[in-house]
């Protein structure tokens, strides 16, 4: 870092081009060898006073139209209705160890449990659940929400 000579001559026609109401970019190029940062320093260091922004002429505003709430489709969601646990065709359910790929692998019950089992019905394809536990598992949005919002309330 170089330190700016900055002698009596310099600092007094600093002080000139910064009463005139030049920036420091242009005081810094008619001064030459030195920054925009050293004259904003130097300013600083001499206590100069800084200068107010001029003030924007205040403009008429027009009033604010009043916000419209947005209309979201009302498409009704699909009730939600709670299945009893899926069993398979031999009345058995898939346990952690006879689980397979080609089993839904939607959990029942409480893992801490001795019950605790899979579905194990046949998969839908590309899903490691059955039909009836991948429409559980991948609600549109809107019915999450909805079933959100209204738990816990009653309806007449």
Partial sequence: MTQANWSEDRVEQLKTLWTEGLSASQIARALGGVTRN???GKVHRLGLAGRASPSRSERPRLPMAPKVPS?????PAAPVVEEDPLTMEDGSH???LTISD????WPIGDPAASEFHF???SPKSGSP???AHARKAYQPQQAR????????RMTG
């Fill in 38 to 40: 050293a004259v904003i």
């Fill in 71 to 75: 209309v979201r489709s009302q498409v």
């Fill in 94 to 96: 898939a346990t952690v």
């Fill in 102 to 105: 080609r089993m839904c692998r």
């Fill in 119 to 121: 579905c194990g019905h």
């Fill in 129 to 131: 659940y059955c039909e």
């Fill in 145 to 152: 929400r909805d079933v959100k919002d209204n738990k816990g």
